[in-house]
Every structure is written in structure tokens, then in C-alpha cells.
């Protein structure tokens, strides 16, 4: 059974998340069929990409799959996890990537929202970033897409207290594009990408990748990036870690001890 649904119409392909036994989870699966839509989509040409849930969702996504999360001293978020491979995939996808947000975003999916270039939400829509609240040393490449969404005084509140925030305040913050009722989102937003979709692909196309290559333009040195691993394996290899995840599985509160 397919996690996504897919269509293409006048140049615009939209996915639609449809895991929804699973709250739109990204597993490993789902994200598969989504890098596999997207190459679909390259090969058809499409000109802008919309990335949504199914009309009137609670959840838009519940975000990483916490089943998939390794303990045993794994890097939780390492090179080849599906959700660094599909914020990749959209960060790399030749042309806008919209995220039409309905319901509430999680996680792993908050990020990945943040790497979409334009977001259209609902009043209703939330957003909340988890690593603190399931102990998970998040990789920084995913710092910096929230860095590079939203001043820093709004990342570090969204991923310190990983309490939802709504679509106004992050509006206010011009981290999200339109706020627009779900009676009218699906339209606005498809009037939105066909304005883009009659603009130059290419010209387009273009500046998508060198605002990417920009806003990932920061030297580290290499002791700076022995020491954010050496950093974050302290944390996946900590008891914190695994009573995060131990507690989401027993459905219980965890209990940080700093350790
Ligand atoms: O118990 P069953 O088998 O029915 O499955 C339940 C949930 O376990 C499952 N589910 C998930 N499974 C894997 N990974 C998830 N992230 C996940 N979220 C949910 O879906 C079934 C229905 O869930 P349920 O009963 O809780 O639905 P609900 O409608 O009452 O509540 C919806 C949510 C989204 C509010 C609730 O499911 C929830 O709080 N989910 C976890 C949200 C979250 O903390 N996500 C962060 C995942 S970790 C991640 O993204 C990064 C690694 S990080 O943390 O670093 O950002």
C-alpha cells in the first residue's frame, strides 16, 4: 500500500502524505516513495512541487518514525537517515517545493517543512520541534535549516521548549508565507505555484540552487566538526537518549536525569 499519493496537472505535482494509521510518520518507506516522486517529477518537468497532507488532517505529520530511531550507540540522524536524505531531496529538487500545511507538524517534520521554499498553512496549523522533548542530538545540517528559517530566538524556542507554536506567530516571524483558511488553501496555493509555474524554469531553477548553496556557506574547521560529533555521540550514547525513546514506546512522560 502506498504512503503517498501523487499527480501531476498544468506542470505542478503535488504529494499528498497518506500514512495516516501512522500520523503521516516519516519512515524510512514513505520518504522512499517521496525521493522516487520527486525523480517522477523531474522527469515530467514539473515546475513547482506541492507537498501536503490529505484535506482537513489533524496531523500533517507526526515526524521522524520513532521506530526507526536507533539506539545501541547509533547515530540517530546520520548521513543515510531517510529524513536527512528527504530534506536533501527537496532542498535539491530543480524547482519550488510549496508546503501546504493543514493540522499539526512534528518533529523531524517540522524541519522539513522549514526546508520547503515557501509555506502556506492554516490559522489552525502548529509546528513544534521535538529533539529535547525525546533527549535526540540533532545533526547540524538540520540546525541549520531552522537557522535559516527563523531568527534564532525563534529556533532556539521551538527546539528548547518543543511546545507547539501556530501559524500566526510564525507568520509574524516571516517564517510562513500565507496564512490561509482551509476552505480556500488548495486554491490559493495552486494560483500561487501557477504564477510560478509561467515564470522562466531555469532562471528559477538556478537561483533555488545557489540560495541553497548560500545559506549553507559556513566554514567549520575540522577540530569544529570533530567536536559537534564528539558532542552528539555523548548525547545518542546517553541514558537520556534511550528513556526518550523508551518513553515514547511505553507512551509514558520521560524522566531526564542529564545523563
Ligand atoms: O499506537 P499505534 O500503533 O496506534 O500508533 C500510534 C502512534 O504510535 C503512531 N505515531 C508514530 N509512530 C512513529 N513515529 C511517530 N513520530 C509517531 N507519531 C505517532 O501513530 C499512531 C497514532 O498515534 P496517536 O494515537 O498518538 O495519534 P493522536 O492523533 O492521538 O496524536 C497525534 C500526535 C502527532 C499528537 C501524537 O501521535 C504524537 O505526539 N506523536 C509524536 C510527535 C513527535 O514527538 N514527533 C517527533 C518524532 S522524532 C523526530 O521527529 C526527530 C528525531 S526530533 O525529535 O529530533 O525532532
Redesign the pocket.
Known amino acids: 500500500m502506498s504512503l503517498i499519493l501523487a499527480e501531476i496537472s498544468d506542470g505542478i505535482g503535488t504529494i499528498t502524505l497518506n500514512y495516516e494509521?501512522?500520523?503521516n510518520?516519516?519512515s524510512e518507506q514513505l520518504v522512499l516513495e517521496i525521493a522516487a516522486t520527486f525523480e517522477k517529477f523531474k522527469a515530467e518537468r514539473v515546475r513547482v512541487a506541492i507537498l501536503r497532507a490529505r484535506p482537513g488532517a489533524?496531523?500533517w505529520s507526526?515526524?521522524?518514525?520513532?521506530?526507526e530511531?536507533p539506539l545501541g550507540g547509533l547515530d540517530?540522524?546520520g548521513w543515510q537517515d531517510p529524513?536527512r536524505m528527504l530534506i536533501r531531496d527537496v532542498e535539491a529538487f530543480p524547482a519550488p517545493v510549496i508546503a501546504l500545511i493543514e493540522g499539526?507538524v512534528?518533529?523531524?517534520?517540522?524541519?522539513l517543512v522549514f526546508a520547503c521554499d515557501m509555506i502556506v498553512a492554516t490559522p489552525e496549523a502548529t509546528f513544534?520541534?521535538?529533539?529535547a522533548?525525546?533527549g535526540?542530538p540533532?545533526n547540524a545540517t538540520g540546525l541549520l535549516t531552522f537557522l535559516n528559517a527563523a531568527p534564532p530566538h525563534i529556533a532556539k524556542e521551538l527546539l528548547f521548549t518543543s511546545r507547539p507554536m501556530t501559524a500566526a506567530r510564525l507568520e509574524r516571524q516571516g517564517i510562513i508565507n500565507h496564512v490561509v483558511p482551509a476552505a480556500e488553501i488548495t486554491d490559493f496555493t495552486h494560483e500561487m505555484a501557477q504564477t510560478i509555474a509561467h515564470n522562466s524554469p531555469l532562471a528559477i531553477g538556478v537561483m533555488k540552487e545557489q540560495l541553497r548553496i548560500l545559506a549553507a556557506a559556513h566554514a567549520l574547521s575540522p577540530a569544529d566538526f570533530e567536536r559537534i560529533q564528539g558532542l552528539r555521540r555523548v548525547v545518542y550514547n546517553s541514558r537520556d537518549y534511550a528513556e526518550g525513546i523508551n518513553a515514547?514506546k511505553e507512551?509514558r512522560t520521560p524522566v531526564y536525569l542529564g545523563e
Open positions: 494509521i501512522k500520523r510518520a516519516l489533524k496531523v507526526a515526524g521522524h518514525n520513532v521506530a530511531l540517530p540522524l529524513l499539526g512534528w518533529g523531524g517534520a517540522c524541519e513544534a520541534a521535538t529533539p522533548k525525546l535526540v540533532y515514547f507512551k
